[in-house]
């Protein structure tokens, strides 16, 4: 069975910063990439930031500069440090990885609960 949990998420004003955390656990044999997604209601899910197992990243234009995106390949953790936070940034934040467990011969996406970021003004 694999999990991915997250957490770090909460309330700041705009210009602060949050940093999440993300960390898959479980009968896992290999981790491809990992991301930030983030939602609000009435929209679409979208991507806020990937990072591959080679450590390459990809970032929405909207948070190009601000935000940050790393992982822990041997902790199985992902992180997005978010700085100069707005209130377009809240939302409920969830992590994906991609994951292939001990019992499946493929990748498959894994989705956490979700965090919520609020940023007032």
């Known amino acids: 069975q694999v999990q991915v949990v997250e957490s770090g998420g909460g309330l700041v004003k705009a210009g602060g910063s949050l940093r999440l955390s993300c960390v898959a656990s479980?009968?896992?044999?290999?981790?491809?990439?990992m991301g930030w997604y983030r939602q609000v209601p009435g929209k679409e899910r979208e991507m806020v930031a990937t990072i591959t197992s080679g450590l390459r990243t990809n970032y929405a234009d909207s948070v190009k500069g601000r935000f940050t995106i790393s992982r822990e390949n041997a902790e199985k953790t992902v992180y997005l440090q978010m700085n100069s936070l707005g209130p377009a940034d809240t939302a409920v934040y969830y992590c994906n990885a991609e994951i292939r467990a001990t019992t499946e011969s493929y990748f498959r996406d894994y989705w956490g609960q979700g965090t919520q970021v609020t940023v007032s003004s």
């Open positions: 479980g009968s896992i044999r290999r981790i491809s990439a």
